[in-house]
């Protein structure tokens, strides 16, 4: 933490400027706008029992799934409506409606997605897709969104229905088909955007080629490849031992050498896995735990830069925190929690405390930090105050 301490020195006094997230990060712990990226979970309902699903995982034991993942929780449209409405204000650039569950079986997704993309802000939509329609999908191409993501974790269909429990080869031929007409409905071919979630397990390494052929073939731009996080012991099979972690990174590097020549300037991105390649390399992959060689090398800003909230209404600082609430929306609005004393607090120890403290016990930043290349991107817009070269390059890992 040494290190990361001379960087905070030097970012505490750098010259005052106009970036309000700067200055709350200069300051400490005090928020001057709204996160840069707003996730709002609508719904805990779900199609699907994806096998390593936190919460709907077919392998987990009911007392394991905590209260707020309940599949009974949802936003109502007005309450979501309200929340946009003071994002927008608060200078929110993005939405991302992912979460608890698919943000489609919400009764009112599209009035939702229609006022978030009205009132300016960019919208991410990550969905199973299994709960669309051909009419619905044309309409979503049409302009509401900047980004769509699917969750896909496989090539072929006979992986989908292993990683999909409860899903046929025909879901896999009807999710292919919807992105088919969602590529050929959008009015350029990276607008919006169409993404893949892929997360890797030891059921699905062997598919990562097809998963890679099939996305150049319906027109993806990108591929978002993740390690499995596993919080339950019955969900230790689903991880790569370390002979199939070696297996991956070399198909991985085959894939890009075969594919990347050819590939469109839309769709290079398919085959990019630095990512996911540095979380493979951690010493400590093989169990697991992706982040504990780099999580302290540079310090958390996700208290300025993105935010949850829950199904349930409960609002928490990132992605990986269900289970530190900061303050509930039914409760109080948004605002106030974003900017109570509460929530400086959480800003002032994940920017300064090492990710060992017990305060992030129950978020356990070194297993898997979801939002690390949000981190990332922040701290190398800021290398600058930093003074620092390596900094500019971004994190590395630590000697020894
Ligand atoms: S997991 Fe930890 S390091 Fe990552 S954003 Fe959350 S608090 Fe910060």
């Known amino acids: 933490m040494g290190k990361v301490r001379g960087m905070l020195r030097r970012l505490l006094a750098a010259p005052r400027g106009t970036d309000p997230i700067l200055r709350g990060i200069r300051h400490g712990s005090r928020a001057f706008c709204g ?4 996730y709002i979970d609508l719904t805990n309902r779900c199609t699907l029992r994806c096998i390593s699903c936190w919460h709907r995982s077919p392998l987990l034991r009911p007392d394991e799934v905590l209260p707020h993942w309940d599949g009974a929780h949802e936003l109502p449209f007005e309450r979501v409506r309200a929340l946009i409405d003071e994002a927008a204000s608060m200078g929110v650039r993005k939405i991302i409606y992912s979460g608890g569950g698919d943000p489609l079986l919400h009764r009112d997704i599209v009035r939702i997605l229609e006022h978030t993309s009205a009132r300016g802000l960019e919208v991410l939509l990550m969905t199973n897709l299994t709960a669309a329609t051909g009419e619905m999908v044309r309409r979503i191409a049409g302009g509401m969104l900047s980004q769509l993501c699917v969750n896909l974790w496989a090539g072929s269909p006979a992986v989908y229905a292993a990683t999909h429990p409860g899903a046929t080869e025909e879901t896999f031929a009807k999710v292919v088909d919807l992105m088919r007409l969602f590529a ?172 060992s403290d017990r305060y992030f016990a129950r978020i356990a930043c070194a297993r898997i930090c979801d939002n690390w290349c949000l981190n990332t991107s922040i701290h190398r817009r800021y290398a600058g105050y930093l003074n620092d070269p390596a900094a500019r390059r971004g994190p590395g890992r630590r000697a020894g």
């Open 184 to 355: 050929g409905a959008r009015h350029a071919p990276a607008e919006p955007e169409l993404i893949i979630a892929y997360v890797i397990s030891a059921l699905n390494y062997e598919d990562i080629g097809n998963a890679v052929r099939l996305a150049a073939e319906i027109g993806v731009n990108n591929i978002w490849w993740q390690t499995t996080d596993v919080e339950s012991a019955n969900l230790r099979g689903l991880l790569l031992t370390g002979e199939q972690i070696q297996a991956v990174v070399r198909t991985m590097e085959e894939t890009r050498k075969e594919h990347a020549p050819v590939l469109g300037e839309h769709q290079g991105n398919i085959v990019i896995f630095d990512d996911v390649l540095s979380k493979l390399r951690n010493s400590r992959a093989a169990e697991g735990i992706y982040h504990s060689d780099v999580i302290d090398t540079i310090p958390c800003y996700i208290g300025w830069a993105a935010c949850r909230v829950l199904a349930n209404g409960n609002v928490v600082p990132c992605c990986k925190a269900d289970r530190n609430p900061l303050g509930n929306i039914f409760e109080e609005r948004f605002s106030r929690i974003w900017f109570s004393r509460r929530y400086d607090g959480f800003r002032e120890r994940a920017l300064r405390l090492p990710k």
């Open 35 to 38: 996160p840069e990226e707003l």
